[in-house]
Structures are given as C-alpha cells and as structure tokens.
C-alpha cells in the first residue's frame, strides 16, 4: 500500500517528467473543454438567446428555435438531402438517450470535440461502443460513457450500419503557419478572439470552424480550418509510410493513404486535434481495451512533435 509520503514522491516525479509536462501542454489545446474564464474570449455557445427565436443557416430551407438547437435530444438535420434516411436514433434520443447526430451530426461527420463516425468499419464502432460502457476507454468527458451505458442492442445496430455506411466528404483545409488566430474554448470547440488577437502557433494545431456562428447552429456545411506548424505535414507523410524508427509505419496497419483496412479505421481527413487526443489517449493509457494493444504500443513511441507531424498528414488526405 503506499503512504501518502510515497503518494507525493510519485506525483513530484510526475510533474517533473519532460514527457508528461510535453504531454499536459497538448492537453490545453487538444482536450476540449466548456469555457475559458478570460474576457476577451467569446461566449457565443452560452449567450443568452430566446429560446422561441427562429433559427436559419444559409442554403437550408429548414428552421429550428433556438431552444430545439440547445438540446443533444435532438439533432438538427439542415440538409437530409445530403444523406440517407436516418434511423430514428440518430435525429432522436428517447430520454435518457442523446440523439447521436447531435454531436457526430447526421451525416456523421462529428467535429473536433467528437468524432468522424462516417465510414468507420461497423465492427470497430460495435467495439468502441462496448469499450465507453465498460469503462476500457475513458474518453476526456463524460458524454460518450453515459450514451454507450444507456444504447440497447437494437438502436446501437441501427446507427453503426447507418454511420458505417457513409462517406465522409472533405471538410477541412490544412493549413502551414507560424501564426494563428488567439483561441478561447468556448462550448467545447476553439474559437478566434473577439478583438481579433494573433499569436505564435508553437508545438500545436490549432484547428476552428470556418464560421464559428454557422457551427454554433449546427451547420455541418461550414467546415473546419487546421492550422498546423510549418513542414508537418511532409513530416507526417514520412511517419505515415516509414515510421519513426521507434513507431511502426502507420501505413502498414491503417493502409495507403491512411483510408482505413478491415478493422483498422480510417484517419485520412479526419480532425487532427481529434487524432492527436486520442493518440495521448492510448500513450497514457485512457484506451485500454483488448483492441487497442497494438496502437498502445505505436502511441508510447511518438513524442507530441510526431503526433502532431502524422495528425496533419492525415487531416491533409482526401477521406
Ligand atoms: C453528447 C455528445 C455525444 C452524443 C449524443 C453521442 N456521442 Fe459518440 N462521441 C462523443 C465524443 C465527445 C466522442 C469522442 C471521445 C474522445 O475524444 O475520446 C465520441 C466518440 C464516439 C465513437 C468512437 C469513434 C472512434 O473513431 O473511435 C463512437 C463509435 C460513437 N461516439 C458513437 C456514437 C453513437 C452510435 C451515438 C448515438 C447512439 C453517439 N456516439 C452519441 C460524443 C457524443
Ligand atoms: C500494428 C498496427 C497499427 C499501427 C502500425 C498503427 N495503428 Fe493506429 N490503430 C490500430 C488499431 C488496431 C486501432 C483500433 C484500436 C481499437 O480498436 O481500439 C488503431 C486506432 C488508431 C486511432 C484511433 C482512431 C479512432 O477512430 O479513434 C488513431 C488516431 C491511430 N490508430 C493512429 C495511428 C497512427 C498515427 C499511426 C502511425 C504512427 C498508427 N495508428 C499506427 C493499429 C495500428
């Protein structure tokens, strides 16, 4: 048993640990979070509108209030014509379900605080499912948990035919900077300050809606923007086809072009800040299911700088 002498020892060395300090500062970037307390930050997903106040996004001939948009109950379904029909978990959560749509959208394509679940292999998203329930992989909040905990077997069948059958169209630019917009965590999701500040993009990718009002109402048209360091990119097409001499190429299990093999998902144009957390999340050990060991291992080998590299690659790649 250890004492709490021994407890502080461990948490000292922790702390002083140059992987795990590398580890905690991609955190504040890559783990989503409700707010940042700063005044310059903008507060668009929490100011109060009146919840009767009709909605609408450009090109939509659709209109939802405000308050039907301020519940994961429902999904907001602006364009069905750019899916198929939906079954009715994926627009409708029976409480206490959550519709899944409403945060992985009804086509799927999810956004940087979830995840693409457009084109993932059936099986993979069964495994996942049961991995949130049991407790085998602890995503950064709570959410998924409590859905997989509440989905019985029919719904949870329903929606994985239905997101594996999807495609994911492209909808984000990657972009080589030095310099980025200032960000907030507002809602969840970054967002550009509201006097417009700038600064140093560092070890990070910092990646936000092309509108950031048109992503607050649920427009899964308006696409994201990535910024990622200067020469990651090439980089992370050495990584994705050679390794790194410690890391296994990524190519060889998730195939060419990073665009998935049977149970290896896909990564090619999906969120970078999404793959980057869960990269950290398999190297600390948060995704512990029996499925994972492999990816464990490629994980513990990357330092941030590499996972930042092959995140921007396959952010790069047509899905
Ligand atoms: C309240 C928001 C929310 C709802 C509703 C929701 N999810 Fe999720 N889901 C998330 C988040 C957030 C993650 C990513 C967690 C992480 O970063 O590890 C996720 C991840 C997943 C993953 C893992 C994807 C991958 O690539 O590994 C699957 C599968 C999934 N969700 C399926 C569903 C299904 C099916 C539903 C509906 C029954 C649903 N989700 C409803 C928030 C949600
Ligand atoms: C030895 C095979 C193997 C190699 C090599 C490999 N992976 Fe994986 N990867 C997997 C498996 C298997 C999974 C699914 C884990 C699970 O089912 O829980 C996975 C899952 C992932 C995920 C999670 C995707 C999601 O939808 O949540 C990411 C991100 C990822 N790999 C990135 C990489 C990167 C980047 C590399 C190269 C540096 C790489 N992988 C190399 C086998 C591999």
Known sequence: ???????????????????????????????????TPDPSAPHTASAATDPHKVMHVPGSARSYTFGELSTNFNAPDW?????PRAPGIVLHGPKPLWACGACHYPNGQGDTTSATLAGLPKAYILEQIAAF?????????????QEARNLDDADLQQAADY??????????????????????????????????????IGERIIEVSEDQRLYM????RAGYVAYVPPGSIARGAGIASQGTGAAQACESCHGADLQGVGMYPPLAGRSPTYIVRQLILFKTGQRNNAEA?????????????????????AASRNP
């Open 1 to 35: 048993m250890f004492t709490g002498v021994a407890l502080a020892a461990m948490a000292a060395a922790a702390t002083d640990d140059p992987e795990m300090a590398e580890i905690r500062a991609a955190q504040a970037w890559a783990f989503p979070k409700e707010r």
């Open 79 to 83: 364009f069905p014509q750019d899916h």
């Open 133 to 145: 329930r049991d407790g085998e992989r602890k995503p950064p909040d709570p959410e998924m948990s």
């Open 163 to 200: 997101f594996s059958g999807l495609k994911l169209r492209p909808i984000r630019r990657v972009v080589e900077t030095t310099s980025v917009p200032k960000t907030h965590w507002d809602g969840f999701v970054l967002a550009p300050d509201k006097n417009g500040a700038r600064e140093p």
């Open 217 to 220: 109402l649920g427009d899964e």
């Open 293 to 313: 060991v492999p990816m464990r291992l490629v994980a513990s080998q990357l330092s941030v700088g590499d996972m930042i590299d092959v995140a921007a690659y």
